[in-house]
């Protein structure tokens, strides 16, 4: 005679505690897919935070460098106009000798 069953004769009470058991496993799996789910909020927020912070420090090392490249293309505006006049001296005074050299040829 076949064995309908497979060779698996289970009793009502072997089946319910079968069930208890697969119960209990699924609990513990449960239990576990959360704590994971809660270690990898906390990894989330780490990163979040470490994330934010080298970003700030990022935005205040451009913002520290802007205000150093306002100051510094201020300081070359503020000194153009001195250059400026310094050159326009030199020239004048350039121009002014090779006149009185030339003045000075001419009358020899």
Same mark, same amino acid.
């Given at each position: 005679?076949?064995? !309908? ?17 697969? &119960? ?14 809660? &270690? ?13 912070? +080298? ?30 006049? !310094?050159? !326009?001296?030199?020239? +004048? ?16």
């Amino acid at each position: 005679m076949t064995d !309908t069953n497979n060779g698996l004769d289970v009793s009502p009470e072997g089946r319910h505690d079968l069930a208890e058991s697969l &119960q209990g496993n699924l609990n513990e799996w449960r239990a576990r897919i959360d704590e994971l789910i809660v &270690q990898i909020d906390l990894a989330n927020m780490e990163l979040r935070d470490e994330l934010s912070k +080298q970003l700030n420090g990022a935005e205040n090392a451009g913002l520290a460098a802007r205000a150093g490249l306002a100051s510094a293309v201020h300081d070359l505006a503020s000194g153009v106009p001195a250059q400026r006049d !310094t050159v !326009t001296a030199v020239l +004048q005074d350039l121009r002014r000798a090779v006149i009185g050299a030339r003045q000075a040829f001419e009358r020899r």
